[in-house]
């Protein structure tokens, strides 16, 4: 067997993603907010680059023909989205009503471990025996502590499971009779609707238990949530839609937007007065007017994608998520001449605040479903919007089953759907079953 050297010339084409291409890709997946902290991590390596957020810029927009009329003109309100003060936290509630106490030490002490068992709902999250072991005390004297914290306001704190919490705020409403307390001490009856054997169990008439489930739905199951349950604040929009004269207006949100500012003058003053610095004045130089330009693009290109998704939902500008159509990444990235991938990666992190409300932009893309009538496929998001709106006009004491609204939409909107399809939308929108459903009127009688 010989061997032998041999050597071929041929030609390949790869696409090399280089750090810059990277950069690029990410910066379309960003939000105003996402944009403008990496924008500010640049400019603390890079002294040849600033951020600026400009006051009162030209607004960029493009205007899509529309017969439709609806919105306002009102831009972004930063100052209506400022979360207001949530007050102390639970921990430092209880810890506060607990330095109010007349306590030992030693109380005092053992006060503290309950505090730290003490969960964001309120409740006690570790057994008393548990707590005293720690603290060296037998387990009576424990219980007895834990009595005196659980007259703290709110409430139900410091209760031990939900029968306690619930009946601590029934004993302080004055609502703890001999039958309110069996009703608690049944709670899996009530959970499964057992109304007949919560009437043997209390000893009471239909009546007067169904009486007794209103007080029992006045009653907090987490009075601890409350304070620590501060709502986070809605990031601002990206994109704006707004009717003009000439049609739906789609703008970049302005006040948000960040941009880039490239220094040239300071680099010409540092390469003038180094000359061993010309390497590196060039090198940062060019990486800001890069990402200047890149900002720039990816700006552009939201603001291209934006305004497809406009044109082609403006009927759901007026008439709302019923009129929403079916639509697809590839059918935008077609028409405004980019990759599909460019598209799904822009509608990733985007916000676009309209007349119907704020929605990511990513939620105006829907599967068609069939359609028997001939006419136009209808959308999942208007389906899911019609089972939504079905299910609230139902009588609750004959919910509807996911076979009959699977019947329904045939019927009327000509739409097929199975009933699997019925459950999954259901699900997203957070609807329980027509058997829950039904369970939980008969509990609200």
Known sequence: MQLFASQTVGQRQSLVV????????QLLQMGNSDLQSF????????????????????????????????????DWDRIGQLAADPGPSLYAHASAEVAR?????????????????????????????AIAERAGVDEEHATHLLR?????????????????????????????TPAFDKLLANLPMLASADLRGLTRAC?????????????????????????DAAPSPQRPPDLIVTASAEGWRVDLNRSTLPSVVVRADAARDMGTRRTEANA?????????????????????????????VVRRQADFLQGGLSRMHPMILREVAEAIGVHESTVSRVCAGILIATPQGTFPLKSFFSAALGSSTGDAPGSASAVRHRIGKMIAAENPEDPLSDDTIAR???DED?????????????????????????????MNG
């Open 280 to 308: 590196y004045v060039a090198e940062r130089l060019s990486v800001a007017r890069w990402l200047a330009r890149a900002v720039e693009h990816r700006n552009q290109t939201t603001l291209k994608v934006g305004a497809e």
């Open 408 to 410: 329904i939409i045939k």
């Open 148 to 176: 005196i914290l659980q007259r703290i306001e709110p409430a139900g704190l410091f209760a031990r499971n939900l029968a306690e919490c619930l009946r601590l705020q029934a004993a302080e409403q004055g609502l703890l």
């Open 101 to 129: 106490l007349d306590l030992s030490s030693a109380d005092r002490m053992l006060a503290g471990l309950f505090l730290d068992a003490l969960e964001p709902s309120g409740w006690l999250g570790q057994p008393v025996s």
């Open 39 to 74: 924008i500010e991590g640049q400019a603390e390596e890079n002294p040849f680059l600033e951020l600026g957020l400009p006051r009162a810029p030209a607004p960029r927009e493009m205007s899509l023909p529309s017969q439709a009329r609806a919105g306002g003109d009102d």
């Open 203 to 227: 000893g009471v008439d239909l009546d007067t238990l169904k009486a007794m489930l209103r007080q029992i739905r006045s009653l907090n199951p987490k009075p601890g949530a409350t304070f």
């Open 18 to 25: 280089t750090a810059q291409l990277q950069q690029a890709i």
């Open 414 to 442: 000509g739409i097929h759907l199975a009933r699997r399809t019925v459950a999954k939308y259901r699900d997203q929108l957070r609807i329980p079953s027509s058997v829950d459903r039904r369970r939980r009127a008969v």
